[in-house]
């Protein structure tokens, strides 16, 4: 069932008479949606790290680089996308501004739009244990040239001591952290013309 009354959607969590008022509807947490995103903007903080000195040119070595950077572009495409996806359900119910904790927005929606938004956590999570795979496995062929965007990186995510503090702000440090992953990606094309057909 459909809402359409947007101040009957987004509550926080009210006494028992309310929730119950609400039968007809569901209340997801999206608080695990955003601990997913928060897993995504983490994944190159355990593993990115240069792991070779000089520059990869030639043979079965420069084949694995390729086939890692792709699969780590591809990975970005799905967490940039669900990023985007997550925030369009944030301004869409307006919680940008809820606190980012657990229990501290409900979302009282119909069951269609609950389905759509545990298959978005689901994604979500998937993604990052992905992206983090594929980062490490990049890894393995980063040089001395990707030292400063991983540096860049890592500072970035060693500045994040605790969680977001809103909804909002979890979206903003997603896009951050995306946009210097991407930077990566694209030094590594620029260098190797993996779009270019090199």
């Given at each position: 069932?459909?809402?359409?009354?947007?101040?009957?959607?987004?509550?926080?969590?009210?006494?028992?008479?309310?929730?119950?008022?609400?039968?007809d509807?569901?209340?997801?947490d999206?608080?695990?949606?955003?601990?997913?995103?928060?897993?995504?903007?983490?994944?190159?903080?355990?593993?990115?790290?240069?792991?070779?000195?000089s520059?990869?040119?030639?043979?079965?070595?420069?084949?694995?680089?390729?086939?890692?950077w792709?699969?780590?572009?591809?990975?970005?495409?799905?967490?940039?996308?669900?990023?985007?996806?997550?925030?369009s359900?944030?301004?869409?119910?307006?919680?940008?501004?809820?606190p980012?904790?657990?229990?501290?927005?409900r979302?009282?929606?119909g069951?269609?739009?609950k389905?759509?938004?545990?298959?978005?956590?689901?994604?979500?999570?998937?993604?990052?244990?992905?992206?983090?795979?594929?980062?490490?496995e990049?890894?393995?062929?980063?040089?001395s040239?990707q030292?400063?965007?991983?540096?860049?990186?890592?500072?970035?995510?060693?500045?994040?001591?605790?969680?977001?503090?809103?909804y909002?702000?979890?979206?903003i440090?997603?896009?951050?952290?995306?946009?210097?992953?991407?930077?990566?990606?694209?030094?590594?094309?620029?260098?190797?013309?993996?779009t270019?057909?090199?």
């Amino acid at each position: 069932m459909a809402v359409d009354d947007a101040s009957n959607r987004h509550q926080p969590l009210g006494p028992l008479s309310d929730i119950q008022q609400r039968a007809d509807l569901v209340d997801p947490d999206p608080f695990t949606i955003g601990l997913a995103v928060f897993q995504l903007i983490a994944a190159g903080a355990t593993f990115l790290e240069q792991r070779h000195a000089s520059h990869i040119t030639e043979g079965a070595e420069r084949q694995r680089l390729r086939a890692a950077w792709f699969s780590a572009r591809r990975s970005m495409i799905f967490f940039v996308r669900q990023v985007e996806e997550f925030e369009s359900y944030i301004l869409e119910e307006h919680f940008q501004e809820a606190p980012f904790r657990i229990g501290s927005t409900r979302l009282f929606l119909g069951d269609r739009r609950k389905q759509t938004l545990q298959r978005l956590r689901g994604q979500v999570m998937t993604t990052a244990i992905r992206l983090g795979d594929d980062l490490d496995e990049l890894s393995n062929y980063l040089t001395s040239e990707q030292q400063p965007i991983i540096a860049d990186i890592l500072g970035t995510l060693h500045e994040i001591d605790r969680l977001p503090e809103r909804y909002g702000d979890l979206i903003i440090v997603a896009r951050r952290v995306a946009d210097l992953y991407n930077q990566l990606l694209q030094q590594i094309d620029i260098r190797e013309g993996f779009t270019s057909g090199r």
